[in-house]
């Protein structure tokens, strides 16, 4: 018996490079699953009864990531409920402990599709996070405290996995400092490409 195993995508990017936002529309127009690891943590956060609240908040306010046990099971969880086929999983992988503990429980369970990569200076993505804060998201990490901490585990944890990938040829890169729409256009030639 052949059995179809869920198909994934893992979006990755610094932190405010556009991630949630193109993988709305990309769940729009080609029916893939949105599951952001970010917010269902945030989920998880809230969950009355959660043993995890305190710890997710602390991490995520420092910009450090939780350990992939809890946010890998969150995401098992999400797959399994949906019953659906293809998942966009927005901002995961992020460091060794993530990509480990992805391949330890998922990787066998699941086809990585490829990696979709937002690539956004700095200080775009600061700015875009420090006006969302300024907008009244309640985000307890868009401050420019947390953002340059954010930003350190960017780069010293998670570049360091999108190398990885990169390597096995799976990366597929767009240019994330232009307007959502053009970013889009981007996207779609990447997603069509799929069948
Ligand atoms: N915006 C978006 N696109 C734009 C464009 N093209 N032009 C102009 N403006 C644009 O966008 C950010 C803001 O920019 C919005 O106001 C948007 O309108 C505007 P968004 O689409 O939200 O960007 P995104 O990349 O999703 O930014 P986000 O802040 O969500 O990124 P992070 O990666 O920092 O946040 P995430 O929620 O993934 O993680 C938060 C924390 O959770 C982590 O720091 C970590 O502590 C924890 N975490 C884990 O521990 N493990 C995980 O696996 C995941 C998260
Ligand atoms: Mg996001």
């Known amino acids: 018996i052949i059995k179809m195993l869920?198909?994934?995508?893992?979006?990755?990017?610094?932190?405010?490079?556009?991630?949630?936002?193109?993988?709305?529309?990309?769940?729009?127009?080609?029916?893939?699953?949105?599951?952001?690891?970010?917010?269902l943590l945030r989920e998880e956060r809230q969950r009355p009864g959660s043993e995890y609240g305190e710890m997710i908040e602390e991490k995520i306010r420092n910009g450090e990531i939780v350990?992939?046990?809890?946010?890998?099971?969150?995401?098992?969880?999400?797959?399994?409920?949906?019953?659906?086929t293809r998942f966009l999983i927005d901002g995961f992988p992020?460091?060794?402990?993530?990509?480990?503990?992805?391949?330890?429980?998922?990787?066998d369970k699941t086809k990585l599709l490829f990696v979709l990569f937002f690539?956004?200076?700095?200080d775009i993505c600061t700015e875009r996070c420090l006006n969302r804060g300024a907008a009244g998201?309640?985000?307890?990490?868009?401050?420019l405290e947390s953002l340059k901490k954010r930003f350190n585990t960017y780069l010293n944890d998670t570049m360091p996995i999108i190398n990885h990938y990169?390597?096995?040829?799976l990366v597929r890169r767009v240019n994330a400092e232009v307007s959502p729409e053009e970013v889009f256009n981007d996207v779609?030639?990447?997603?069509?490409?799929?069948?």
């Open 6 to 39: 869920p198909e994934v995508v893992f979006v990755l990017g610094a932190p405010g490079a556009g991630k949630g936002t193109q993988c709305s529309l990309i769940s729009k127009e080609f029916g893939f699953v949105h599951l952001s690891a970010g917010d």
């Open 119 to 122: 690539e956004c200076s700095r």
């Open 67 to 84: 350990p992939v046990e809890v946010t890998c099971s969150l995401i098992h969880n999400a797959i399994q409920k949906s019953g659906k």
């Open 188 to 195: 779609k030639k990447i997603f069509k490409g799929l069948d």
């Open 94 to 107: 992020r460091n060794k402990n993530n990509l480990e503990g992805w391949e330890r429980v998922m990787a």
């Open 166 to 169: 990169d390597e096995q040829g």
């Open 137 to 143: 998201s309640g985000r307890s990490d868009d401050n």
